[in-house]
């Protein structure tokens, strides 16, 4: 069974940092891209980052580029988001998501999310 | 950067109607186009990919169609466990979502 398990969320001041991470399990985790989709309260979904199986493709968004880091173990089974500046509107659930290794992919399974606070 | 534009943004329904949501592009995406159920608190869950195809495990009573710039997500008897918020997703630049359809019960 694939899972996905997002940790690392919490409260941090504006202009602080915090590390996301995502444990995968039940799958065979070098072969699949992987993304951060994050949802402010009340709101929509917003694609944040994307890496590619063997981190030789990166992509963010505009609202976060700069300012966060995208990273993946596979030896480890983990994906990573460190976030650098944060700012009140970064304020989400973060989600991990698994794509397929292409560029052109959905995201087929969604680990439970992360809550991020910032606030002072 | 490519837009999405779902309607309605809410939709009240009862138990066994036909429900459609529109998605518009605001270019050309081809079929690279999904769309996601998300219940409060949960994950989003992936029900059709490439515009028309059906993921595993998902009642078939969900169906996808369309290409380019207009697709739609039908459900074609509306059950209980379906009152959720739909999203549907452009991956064919990037990836962007729609800002959601709500379907509530009526």
């Known amino acids: 069974e694939v899972q996905l398990v997002e940790s690392g969320g919490g409260l941090v001041q504006p202009g602080g940092s915090l590390r996301l991470s995502c444990a995968a399990s039940?799958?065979?985790?070098?072969?699949?891209?992987m993304n951060w989709v994050r949802q402010a309260p009340g709101k929509g979904l917003e694609w944040v980052s994307y890496i590619s199986s063997s981190s030789s493709t990166i992509y963010y968004a505009d609202s976060v580029k700069g300012r966060f880091t995208i990273s993946r173990d596979n030896a480890k089974n983990s994906l990573y988001l460190q976030m650098n500046s944060l700012r009140d509107e970064d304020t989400a659930v973060y989600y991990c998501?698994?794509?397929?290794?292409?560029?052109?992919?959905?995201?087929?399974?969604w680990g439970q999310g992360t809550l991020v606070t910032v606030s002072s | 950067d490519i837009q999405m534009t779902q309607s309605p943004s809410t939709l009240s329904a009862s138990v066994g109607d036909r429900v459609t949501i529109t998605c518009r592009a605001s270019?050309?995406?081809?079929?690279?186009l999904a769309w996601y159920q998300q219940k409060p608190g949960k994950a989003p869950k992936l029900l059709i990919y490439k515009a028309s195809s059906l993921e595993s495990g998902v009642p078939s009573r969900f169906s996808g169609s369309g290409s380019g710039t207009e697709f739609t997500l039908t459900i074609s008897s509306l059950q209980p466990d379906d009152f959720a918020t739909y999203y549907c997703q452009q991956y064919n630049s990037s990836w962007t979502f729609g800002q959601g359809t709500k379907v509530e019960i009526k």
């Open positions: 039940g799958f065979t985790f070098s072969s699949y891209s």
């Open positions: 270019q050309s995406i081809s079929s690279w």
């Open positions: 998501a698994r794509g397929q290794n292409t560029v052109t992919t959905d995201f087929d399974y």
